[in-house]
T-cell receptor, first 109, second 111 residues
Framework: GQQLNQSPQSMFIQEGEDVSMNCTSS?????WLWYKQDPGEGPVLLIA?????ELTSNGRLTAQFGITRKDSFLNISASIPSDVGIYFC?????????FGAGTRLTVKP | NAGVTQTPKFQVLKTGQSMTLQCAQD?????MYWYRQDPGMGLRLIYY???????DKGEVPNGYNVSRLNKREFSLRLESAAPSQTSVYFC??????????FGPGTRLTVT
């Protein structure tokens, strides 16, 4: 089946720093999505990408759908303490949605 | 606007017991999904329902059954719980099948 490799597994950064995380796959997807999960909550959609090469921003977040359709990255600029959480990528092909294992982000004030 | 709601929030079962997890959405979405989340892993799709009256298996359907009761409600049943089914279960819904909106989860422990 389609597997997603998400990296890094965890990040410890200082408030104000920029963050970058990515997902790669051996299979192509026609949609990439990025979610954030706070402790004890369900994932919340941050950004959805529908076309290869698409670059989309949502406030301080920017995500790109890789040209090969096998990867995507998420950047967070000027991190703040409330950015703490687990970030998941997800790739969709037809009715099949696969999730990465997550990047756990810790922001030190 | 409640979005996606799930009950119960927590549940402890003994091996072999059965239970049904309930999910409801008030966004008039056609598609609904059940996932499980285990430590260090992403969410894995158990079953989904692309529209009222249809259900399909996902990546890890063994040991589970589902019912799409109406457009709003999608339940997940464990007929004979096993310790391997200890997990956090999330329900999600979607209008398009692409952008999914998740409930708060049910934390299930099977002893």
């Amino acid at each position: 089946g389609q597997q997603l490799n998400q990296s890094p597994q965890s990040m410890f950064i200082q408030e104000g720093e920029d963050v970058s995380m990515n997902c790669t796959s051996s299979s192509i997807f026609n949609t990439w999505l990025w979610y954030k999960q706070d402790p004890g909550e369900g994932p919340v959609l941050l950004i959805a990408l529908y076309k290869a090469g698409e670059l989309t921003s949502n406030g301080r977040l920017t995500a790109q759908f890789g040209i090969t359709r096998k990867d995507s990255f998420l950047n967070i600029s000027a991190s703040i303490p409330s950015d703490v959480g687990i970030y998941f990528c997800a790739g969709r092909w037809n009715n099949d949605m696969r999730f990465g294992a997550g990047t756990r982000l810790t922001v030190k004030p | 606007n409640a979005g996606v709601t799930q009950t119960p929030k927590f549940q402890v079962l003994k091996t072999g017991q059965s239970m049904t997890l309930q999910c409801a959405q008030d966004m008039n979405h056609n598609s609904m999904y059940w996932y499980r989340q285990d430590p260090g892993m992403g969410l894995r799709l158990i079953y989904y329902s692309a529209s009222e009256g249809t259900t399909d298996k996902g990546e890890v359907p063994n040991g589970y059954n589902v019912s799409r009761l109406n457009k709003r409600e999608f339940s997940l049943r464990l007929e004979s719980a096993a310790p391997s089914q200890t997990s956090v279960y999330f329900c999600a819904s979607s209008a398009t099948g692409y952008e999914q909106y998740f409930g708060p989860g049910t934390r299930l422990t099977v002893t």
